[in-house]
Nanobody, 124 residues
Framework: QVQLVESGGDLVQAGGSLRLACVASGEISCISAMGWHRQGPGKERKLVAR????????YYADSVKGRFTISRDNAKNTLYLQMNSLAPEDTADYYCNAILYDVCAAATGKPDYWGQGTQVTVSS
């Protein structure tokens, strides 16, 4: 199993910055790509950013390109999301997601794991 614990959510004014962190534990060697998703009030959960296992390739939703940066420190088993120029529409619960390598997913019956979420509120 994999456990994910997010932190860093807070109340911030528009234009401000926050850095979210997600610490992974358990079967770390099973983790491939990792990502951040968010779910705003009354909205569906959507992918914000994703990073490959070695950190060489990243993906960003159009809504956060140029403002958010995803990174990971595999030595610390930690995923980060640096969020700059925050806007009220960034208000959401942010969730860390860890995608398992196929061999682990087959063995566990789970393709991925989720953290419990951390709340980000951006005031105008």
């Amino acid at each position: 199993q994999v456990q994910l614990v997010e932190s860093g959510g807070d109340l911030v004014q528009a234009g401000g910055s926050l850095r979210l962190a997600c610490v992974a534990s358990g079967e770390i060697s099973c983790i491939s790509a990792m990502g951040w998703h968010r779910q705003g009030p009354g909205k569906e959960r959507k992918l914000v950013a994703r990073i490959t296992s070695g950190g060489s390739t990243t993906y960003y939703a159009d809504s956060v390109k140029g403002r958010f940066t995803i990174s990971r420190d595999n030595a610390k088993n930690t995923l980060y999301l640096q969020m700059n120029s925050l806007a009220p529409e960034d208000t959401a619960d942010y969730y860390c997601n860890a995608i398992l390598y196929d061999v682990c997913a087959a063995a566990t019956g789970k393709p991925d794991y989720w953290g419990q979420g951390t709340q980000v509120t951006v005031s105008s």
